[in-house]
């Protein structure tokens, strides 16, 4: 009975999902659907193509298929941007049907499986039966068709997205490793950088589980075999994407999502196994005995450009293809970017056996695009008793990937975490700054540029949940009939030789904040000005929360303040108590502080003058639709010149 039960789940439904054979196969399908657009037209892999798909994503454009890149292979980008495209990306007609499946799935584990790793150790027994663990085969794959034993990376379009990015970056390779004592094998995506025709940096970092194969491969001292898919069914780059626990396989998820077992074939040059449905494969190995390479830097995810750093050398030994191959891309910058939607397919598939296994309080979660995945987490649960939302926080701070987040927020009742400003409103309500704020050290992402150590640095939980008669209650309530007249004298404590700029929308809408701006460049000291202009006046009790960001800065524009404010700032750090009722967090640039800053402060991402003069000279022809401005032109104010060439991104 429990078996029957098991393998329901598995059983094609009226519209069983849809599995593709390559991205001949997805392109296809995207076009039938008017999801796709193909551009015929030359369009330069260094640069150019990077402008055009920052204008289309953000403002909610269609794939794009650019078949004319001066090589063999078209390039396909934006393929995720969307919900729709992204629910068929895994064979779906929406992200909440694979949710739905993925619950049913859980919910049957949980027979007799006591902790998360438990019940997803027990998925591969259970594909098993149903037919859906990846399999090798003895014959060539479709990615074999072409062979090339004296490799050439030039023969490929890969894109420089960035002015200062430090050349040419594949942006959505499948990185296949293989750990020489347990055999167990991963599937990671890490960018890499094009040195020469057959050599690449590999940007595995150290808490990925790529680097740590590369230990292992040390301490034995043997060559370590690599090979990189790229393409094939789009369903693997989101499973190399997915939260997975270490050591188990990435194709067992896809085979899962699919309904439809991954078929592997052996490597020409290595020994590694790659789907055989895979668009293009790099094939080679990386030596734990050579020196380090210097890679970067890149026009990352974060907004800001990752500074460069020395990572392995991966060595091409050979690139194979299939006939009608289509070489896959992404761009990341200045967010939203494509893969704002891969992170919302994540909170809606992986984080529900979270849900589930880990924390079975939690109703929701969400990781806003202006906090980039890691900097912000939104949780939402179901309390039952006091101190639940201090045990969230506890709890998920430490569960895998959400170790990186900076900033975490719990919140309880009926609130709509995807509703900004009732969210704001709510968690002010059931906050008091002096109990609920919980400021720690831990590990960052290493893309973080704010703290003061690499990698590692402050974080802030707040248990925004309502309070219990047993938990202290919240004093510091706002009423919402508490608002500002701009044009009164209640605002005439402003020092205007201080402040540049400020916004008071979010509190005439019930959210006691203000936001600010400032000129931390000319003024070293300007923030302690701004502590000394609330405390003197007065005004917690109408402001708990001053945001300060640079005057660069649109302080109209939330979107932009938010994602500033968490990428600028290490909360441990940057928070200053104006009173036990008001706190200053400082989202300004901290290479401009009195005592200078440890390391390189990165420069906002941006497209340069002459690649956006020459998109606009050529966008009419390229049948794309009406004109779109550059989304670059908001953000120049933002880049800073300085020393450093990464500091000088975007500006003339």
């Known amino acids: 009975m429990v078996l029957r039960r098991l393998l329901n789940i598995f059983e094609f439904q009226i519209n069983p999902p849809m599995s593709y054979s390559g991205l001949t196969e997805f392109v296809n399908e995207l076009e039938k659907r008017n999801e796709l657009i193909r551009i015929k037209q030359f369009v330069d892999p260094v640069l150019e193509i990077t402008e055009i798909t920052d204008r289309v994503t953000k403002s909610g454009g269609k794939a794009l298929l650019f078949e004319n890149t001066g090589t063999r292979f078209p390039v396909l980008i934006n393929a995720f941007g969307s919900d729709l495209r992204m629910s068929m990306a895994i064979g779906r007609n929406s992200l909440d049907e694979a949710g739905t499946e993925i619950q049913s799935l859980f919910e049957n584990l949980s027979y007799n499986k006591e902790t998360f790793f438990q019940k997803i150790s027990a998925m591969p027994a259970l594909l098993r039966l149903a037919g859906l663990l990846p399999a090798r085969t003895r014959r060539k794959g479709r990615c074999q068709e072409q062979i090339h034993r004296n490799p050439d990376l030039g023969m490929l379009p890969v894109l420089k997205c960035w002015p200062h990015d430090g050349g040419r970056f594949f942006t959505l390779p499948l990185v296949h490793t293989r750990h020489p004592g347990t055999g167990n094998t991963n599937v990671g995506m890490y960018r890499m950088q094009v040195l020469d025709k057959n050599t690449t940096a590999m940007h595995w970092q150290r808490h990925k589980t790529g680097a740590s194969h590369f230990e292992a491969w040390k301490t034995a001292g043997e060559r370590m075999p690599v090979s990189v898919a790229l393409g094939g069914d789009p369903v693997y780059t989101y499973a190399a994407t997915a939260p997975l626990p270490e050591n188990i396989n990435e194709y067992i998820l896809a085979g899962f999502l699919r309904k439809k077992k991954v078929n592997m074939v052996k490597c020409i040059t290595n020994d590694l196994f790659v789907p055989e449905d895979a668009d293009i494969v790099l094939e080679g190995y990386v030596d734990p005995a050579e020196d380090l390479v210097w890679e970067g830097p890149f026009g990352d995810h974060t907004g800001f450009y990752s500074l460069a750093d020395w990572y392995p050398k991966f060595h091409v030994t050979c690139i194979t293809h299939a006939n ?154 706002i009423a919402i009939s508490d608002k500002f007249d701009n044009s009164s004298n209640s605002i005439g404590f402003i020092d205007r030789k201080i402040v540049k700029n400020f916004n008071l929308s979010l509190f005439n809408e019930g959210a006691p904040l203000i936001i600010l701006s400032v000129n931390r460049s000319d003024d070293e000291g300007v923030i302690d000005k701004v502590s000394s202009m609330f405390r003197t006046n007065d005004k917690e009790s109408f402001f708990r929360l001053i945001v300060v960001v640079d005057h660069t800065v649109d302080v109209n524009n939330l979107y932009m303040v938010v994602w500033q404010l968490l990428g600028n700032s290490d909360p441990q750090r ?79």
């Open 324 to 477: 009608n191959a289509i070489y896959p891309a992404t761009i990341v910058g200045v967010p939203p970017q494509e893969d704002a939607w891969i992170a919302k397919a994540t909170e809606r598939l992986f984080l529900l056996p979270v849900r589930m296994t880990l924390q079975p309080e939690i109703e929701d979660f969400h990781m806003p695009d202006a906090g980039i995945a890691h900097n912000l987490v939104i949780v939402k649960i179901k309390k039952s008793y006091p101190g639940q939302g201090m045990k969230v926080l506890s709890s998920l701070s430490g569960a895998g990937q959400m170790m990186f987040t900076k900033y975490m927020v719990v919140v309880s009742g009926d609130v709509n975490i995807r509703n900004y400003n009732k969210l704001l409103t709510h968690i002010f309500s059931n906050t008091d700054l002096s109990r609920d704020l919980i400021f720690s050290h831990g590990p960052l992402d290493v893309l973080d540029h704010s703290s003061d150590s690499f990698s590692f640095g402050g974080k802030l939980g707040i248990d925004a949940t309502i309070k219990l008669i047993e938990e202290i209650p919240v004093k510091d309530k």
């Open 574 to 652: 940057d928070h200053e108590y104006i009173s036990s009722r008001s706190l200053l967090l400082d989202g300004t640039i901290k290479a401009y502080r009195k005592e200078g800053f440890p390391r390189k402060w990165p420069n906002v991402v941006c497209s340069d003058l002459k690649t956006i003069e020459s998109v606009d000279q050529k966008w009419n022809s390229l049948g794309i639709g009406e004109a779109i401005s550059s989304p670059s032109a908001k953000y120049f104010r933002l880049c800073r010149p300085g020393t450093d060439e990464i500091l000088m991104a975007g500006s003339e």
